[in-house]
């Protein structure tokens, strides 16, 4: 298929990037480069042996979206274009409603007047909220705590409505839980502006030295040590229900939503310790007050991503954190600037 990548030069976008092309898929990038480097193309080429055909676009810019889609054919679009740092989504609510649901409308209407009728969407864990147990179900009640997590609601809903209306029109809404590692090759990998939000990525800059050590938001927390569980799960292992989704909607002509996780928490001492093992150094912490906004404990049940796409995750935390530690060491600054 030819596939159009949108937002991916970003961190799981480049991954799925390398996942497509094995499987033999034409694939074309887009991107506005707000969160991400046009360093992740080259290192794509490196990967693949091929360059990376690639388009500057901003889903915001209706027009351009429209005049982009009629100049080119797709079979299918993945989409990955979204602002996503929760904090920040509370303090600007009106630029995360603007690029994330307006952009997402934007690239429906190209879609649509092209005649483009599949769609994989990145979706989040965080349509769950507060889940009131785990492991949690798709079928779990939708609730959402912060404008980022109201935005892919929304889109999740906005979609929905299309395939109603146009029963040629096929979606898979993927809700990723909490994505971490990188490619093997150490060529690619998550490159956060500024001070990370996310566990994996501050673990991996206090490794390499970059920050002097780890808060860990809350130490009493009712869990078996005390901190926060989560279902880390690999980018690479992540990037692959990208292109089965695809295979899905053409085999089978029907609409998805499915989480996409390990189904196993892990909580941030066990994730700390498993990374100094990978590391081979010590990962200084402190534990701190919690964190507002966050909860004890969100894990995935996948098995409907297992029972429909033939998906389960297959890498385990070493493996995520060797990966991210590889990628992290030979790039302790993250991409160098194009
Ligand atoms: P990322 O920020 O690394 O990648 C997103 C990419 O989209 C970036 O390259 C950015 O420049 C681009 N982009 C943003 N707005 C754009 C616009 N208006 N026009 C064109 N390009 C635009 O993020 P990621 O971690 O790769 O996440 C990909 C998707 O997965 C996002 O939709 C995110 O909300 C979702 N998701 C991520 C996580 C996570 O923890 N990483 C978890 C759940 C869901
Ligand atoms: C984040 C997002 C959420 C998204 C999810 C999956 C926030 C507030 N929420 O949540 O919307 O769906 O990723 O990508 O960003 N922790 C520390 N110290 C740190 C960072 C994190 O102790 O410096 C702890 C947290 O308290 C939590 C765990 O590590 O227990 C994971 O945190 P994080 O990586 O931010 O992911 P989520 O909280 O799941």
Same mark, same amino acid.
């Not at 074309?28 to 794509?44: E, H, I, K, Q, W």
């Not at 109201?150 to 409505?161: A, F, N, P, S």
């Not at 994505?179 to 998550?190: K, Q």
């Not at 809350?218 to 569980?229: A, E, N």
């Given at each position: 298929?030819?596939?159009?990548?949108?937002?991916?030069?970003?961190?799981?976008?480049?991954?799925?990037? *390398?996942? !497509?092309?094995?499987?033999?898929?034409?694939?074309?990038?887009? /991107?506005?480069?707000?969160?991400?480097?046009?360093?992740?193309?080259?290192?794509?080429?490196?990967? @693949?042996?091929?360059? =990376?055909?690639?388009?500057? !676009?901003?889903?915001?810019?209706?027009?351009?979206?429209?005049?982009?889609?009629?100049?080119?054919?797709?079979?299918?679009?993945?989409?990955?274009?979204?602002?996503?740092?929760?904090?920040?989504?509370?303090?600007?609510?009106?630029?995360?409603?603007?690029?994330?649901?307006?952009?997402?409308?934007? !690239?429906?209407?190209?879609?649509?007047?092209?005649? *483009?009728?599949?769609? #994989?969407?990145?979706?989040?864990?965080?349509?769950?909220? /507060?889940?009131?147990?785990?492991?949690?179900?798709?079928?779990?009640?939708?609730? =959402?705590?912060?404008?980022?997590?109201? @935005?892919? $609601?929304?889109?999740?809903?906005?979609?929905?409505?299309?395939?109603?209306?146009?029963?040629?029109?096929?979606?898979?809404?993927?809700?990723?839980?909490?994505?971490?590692?990188?490619?093997?090759?150490?060529?690619?990998?998550?490159?956060?502006?500024?001070?990370?939000?996310?566990?994996?990525?501050?673990?991996?800059?206090?490794?390499?030295?970059?920050?002097?050590?780890?808060?860990?938001?809350?130490?009493?927390?009712? @869990?078996?040590?005390? @901190?926060?569980?989560? /279902?880390?799960?690999? #980018?690479?292992?992540?990037?692959?229900?990208?292109?089965?989704? $695809?295979?899905?909607?053409?085999?089978?002509?029907?609409?998805?939503?499915?989480?996409?996780?390990?189904?196993?928490?892990?909580?941030?001492?066990?994730?700390?310790?498993?990374?100094?093992?990978?590391?081979?150094?010590?990962?200084?912490?402190?534990?701190?007050?919690?964190?507002?906004?966050?909860?004890?404990?969100?894990?995935?049940?996948?098995?409907?991503?297992?029972?429909?796409?033939?998906?389960?995750?297959?890498?385990? =935390?070493?493996?995520?954190?060797?990966?991210?530690?590889?990628?992290?060491?030979?790039?302790?600054?993250?991409?160098?600037?194009?």
């Amino acid at each position: 298929m030819r596939i159009l990548l949108c937002g991916g030069a970003g961190y799981i976008g480049a991954h799925a990037y *390398v996942v !497509l092309v094995e499987r033999g898929h034409d694939v074309v990038v887009a /991107d506005n480069f707000s969160n991400s480097s046009p360093g992740v193309l080259v290192r794509l080429q490196q990967i @693949t042996g091929h360059p =990376v055909p690639f388009q500057p !676009l901003d889903l915001r810019d209706r027009e351009a979206v429209v005049g982009f889609f009629a100049r080119q054919q797709f079979d299918a679009v993945v989409h990955f274009a979204a602002l996503k740092a929760v904090g920040e989504s509370c303090e600007r609510p009106l630029d995360y409603f603007h690029n994330n649901i307006s952009g997402t409308l934007n !690239l429906l209407h190209g879609m649509q007047a092209a005649g *483009v009728k599949r769609l #994989v969407f990145s979706s989040s864990a965080t349509v769950y909220g /507060d889940p009131a147990s785990v492991p949690v179900r798709e079928d779990a009640r939708l609730q =959402v705590t912060n404008p980022y997590g109201r @935005t892919k $609601l929304v889109m999740e809903q906005l979609i929905g409505d299309l395939c109603e209306s146009d029963p040629g029109f096929h979606a898979a809404n993927l809700r990723y839980f909490n994505p971490v590692g990188a490619h093997a090759s150490g060529l690619i990998g998550e490159d956060p502006t500024g001070i990370p939000n996310n566990l994996m990525p501050y673990i991996c800059q206090v490794a390499v030295g970059r920050r002097e050590h780890l808060s860990v938001f809350g130490g009493d927390w009712p @869990t078996p040590d005390g @901190t926060g569980v989560r /279902d880390y799960i690999h #980018v690479t292992d992540l990037a692959r229900a990208h292109a089965d989704a $695809l295979d899905f909607l053409v085999r089978e002509r029907r609409n998805l939503t499915v989480n996409l996780g390990t189904g196993q928490g892990i909580s941030v001492l066990q994730l700390v310790n498993a990374f100094a093992g990978a590391a081979e150094r010590a990962i200084p912490y402190q534990i701190v007050a919690r964190r507002a906004g966050d909860v004890a404990e969100v894990y995935a049940d996948p098995s409907l991503a297992n029972d429909v796409l033939g998906w389960r995750a297959e890498l385990d =935390v070493d493996a995520m954190c060797r990966d991210a530690w590889r990628w992290q060491s030979q790039n302790p600054q993250g991409y160098p600037s194009a």
